[in-house]
């Protein structure tokens, strides 16, 4: 069973993700088809942030991949048997 901080986290989460996916989805489907004049473009990035930020992320998603993937082959790698 979850204990109740686990689920305060896991809500905190699941918010955060939402708030997330609603503000991209607005950000990219939306507002394109809202005058550039109007008032909603203040609470948003410059569209080639919307392309920039999820290729950095993602790149650097890779980069913790590879790094940790390196970590454990590195830390499980047997020592080198001696022939004597």
């Known amino acids: 069973q979850a ?4 689920q305060v986290v896991g809500f905190g989460l699941v918010a955060f993700s939402l708030v997330l996916f609603v503000y ?8 394109p088809f809202i005058d550039s004049d109007h008032a909603i473009h203040k ?3 410059p ?3 919307a ?4 290729v950095v992320a993602g790149l650097l998603l890779l980069l913790f991949i ?3 993937i390196t970590v454990v082959m590195w830390r499980s790698r047997k020592p080198a048997k001696k022939s004597d």
């Open 47 to 49: 569209r080639e942030y």
């Open 24 to 31: 991209y989805t607005l950000w990219i489907i939306a507002l």
């Open 43 to 45: 609470y948003f990035l």
């Open 51 to 54: 392309v920039i930020i999820p």
């Open 3 to 6: 204990t109740a901080t686990d």
């Open 66 to 68: 590879g790094v940790f």
